[in-house]
């Protein structure tokens, strides 16, 4: 697998599209990471990890607002043939504020606004609104 981040945010949407209560994904840090700000910001329920074989896998559950999911929509946005940087000071803004970034900084995986607080820039892996 190429891009198994750009796979975690598809499995999440094809989830989210088929009214699941769970979807569950192999795990790995940077998802555990992307996970735990996803329960943080309060886009998903609850957050598991499963042991399971070698690396075992990540249990999420989503959810829902009047049988609207709470996520309007997933982006990835550094790609493997494309990756995209973003300093402190110029970091993206997701809908005017509304939605988050992810950003893997040398200070470990964060949203948009708590690089900014703590001044470091990095790679912008996805939006989240």
Same mark, same amino acid.
């Given at each position: 697998?190429?891009?198994?981040? +750009?796979?975690?945010?598809?499995?999440?949407?094809?989830?989210? !599209? &088929?009214?699941?209560?769970? $979807? *569950?994904?192999?795990? @790995?840090?940077?998802?555990? +990471?992307?996970?735990?700000?996803?329960?943080?910001?309060?886009? !998903? &329920?609850?957050?598991?990890? $499963? *042991?399971?074989?070698? @690396?075992?896998?990540?249990?999420?559950?989503?959810?829902?607002?009047?049988?609207?999911?709470?996520?309007?929509?997933?982006?990835? $946005?550094?790609?493997?043939?494309?990756?995209?940087?973003?300093?402190?000071?110029?970091?993206?803004?997701?809908?005017?504020?509304?939605?988050?970034?992810?950003?893997?900084?040398?200070?470990?995986?964060?949203?948009?606004?708590?690089?900014?607080?703590?001044?470091?820039?990095?790679?912008?892996?996805?939006?989240?609104?």
């Amino acid at each position: 697998m190429t891009d198994p981040i +750009a796979d975690m945010l598809t499995r999440i949407r094809n989830a989210l !599209v &088929a009214k699941h209560e769970t $979807v *569950e994904i192999p795990a @790995s840090k940077m998802k555990s +990471a992307i996970a735990d700000i996803l329960l943080k910001e309060g886009y !998903v &329920a609850a957050v598991k990890f $499963v *042991e399971e074989g070698v @690396s075992g896998k990540l249990v999420i559950t989503l959810k829902y607002a009047d049988n609207q999911s709470v996520i309007s929509g997933l982006k990835r $946005v550094s790609k493997p043939g494309l990756r995209t940087y973003a300093g402190a000071e110029n970091m993206p803004k997701v809908l005017g504020g509304l939605g988050t970034a992810i950003v893997s900084t040398s200070k470990g995986i964060m949203t948009d606004k708590q690089a900014k607080a703590a001044n470091v820039g990095g790679e912008v892996l996805c939006f989240v609104w």
